[in-house]
Nanobody, 124 residues
């Protein structure tokens, strides 16, 4: 299952961006989806994630109240609306998804996929 991210870019502090992550490739069902980020010289951190039905979400403390995660299961797409961006939000953002898929011999197998990453740069 492939994940393709879009929506990154350069924005001034206080601005907004919306990231998208679309899953594709064969027959599959996605469970939890999430956004991670990695800034230069820092460890990767989980920014937010969302369960299949959208009933449970997690947010990193530093983004609570500013970021909103959502998903459209019909489109196999996840979003991250980022408002009131700060320079410390600058990082490469990666999407992650896990679930089950139909393998090449028709078997059901688990998968975990990552996107290629999208750069978010917030200028002060």
């Amino acid at each position: 299952v492939q994940l393709v991210e879009s929506g990154g870019g350069l924005v001034q502090a206080g601005g907004s961006l919306r990231l998208s992550c679309a899953a594709s490739g064969g027959t599959f069902s996605v469970n939890t989806m999430g956004w991670y980020r990695q800034a230069p010289g820092k460890q990767s951190e989980l920014v937010a994630d969302i369960t299949k039905g959208g009933g449970s979400t997690y947010y990193l403390d530093s983004v609570k109240g500013r970021f909103t995660i959502s998903r459209d299961n019909a489109k196999n797409t996840m979003y991250l609306q980022m408002n009131s961006l700060k320079p410390e939000d600058t990082a490469v953002y990666y999407c992650n998804a896990d679930g089950v898929r139909v393998g090449p011999r028709g078997e059901i197998e688990a998968f975990a996929s990552w996107g290629q990453g999208t750069q978010v740069t917030v200028s002060s």
